[in-house]
């Protein structure tokens, strides 16, 4: 478990516009990354207007989805959430190593920053802690997004 996570950058995010894709698998860890996210862009000034969000079944989902929302131009970045388990058989590793790989792909075909907010657990434990428990990573989602919205717009 890494707990060095870079000090949040004081951001104002009142200009910026996001999509989230959340999976609906797992989706009661997938909801505590979203309410983590949300409350980082909020307490940024992101007004709620400025946060679409969108679901689709399961991480495996994601890539596609997010790659369809960059394509409509109108966002400076995309957060997909998602959790994968381990379980009885090795699908757990295709799910999240094909996620991760069609994610990075979208981001570096697009131009578009895509926060990469999928966790991949070996037990549902480890999974709780960073959903819901003492490790916030929504709320790292959501410093992600807003210092990668803010450096693309510097670049631009």
Avoid: W
């Amino acid at each position: 478990m890494s707990q060095l996570s870079p000090e949040p950058a004081s951001i104002d995010g009142t200009d910026f516009k996001f999509a989230i894709v959340a999976a609906r698998y797992n989706q009661g860890y997938v909801d505590g990354l979203l309410d983590g996210v949300l409350s980082m862009l909020s307490q940024a000034g992101v007004p709620d207007d400025q946060v679409d969000i969108e679901k689709v079944p399961g991480s495996n989902e994601l890539p596609i989805a997010v790659q369809m929302i960059a394509g409509s131009g109108k966002y400076d970045v995309i957060i997909a959430l998602g959790v994968v388990i381990a379980g009885g058989t090795r699908h757990f590793e295709m799910v999240a190593d094909g996620s991760n790989m069609g994610l990075q792909r979208v981001a570096l075909e697009s131009g578009i920053p895509v926060v990469n907010g999928v966790i991949v657990g070996d037990s549902e434990e480890q999974v709780r802690e960073r959903c819901l428990g003492s490790i916030p990573k929504g709320k790292e989602f959501g410093e992600c997004a807003l210092e990668m919205a803010q450096l693309r717009r510097k670049l631009r």
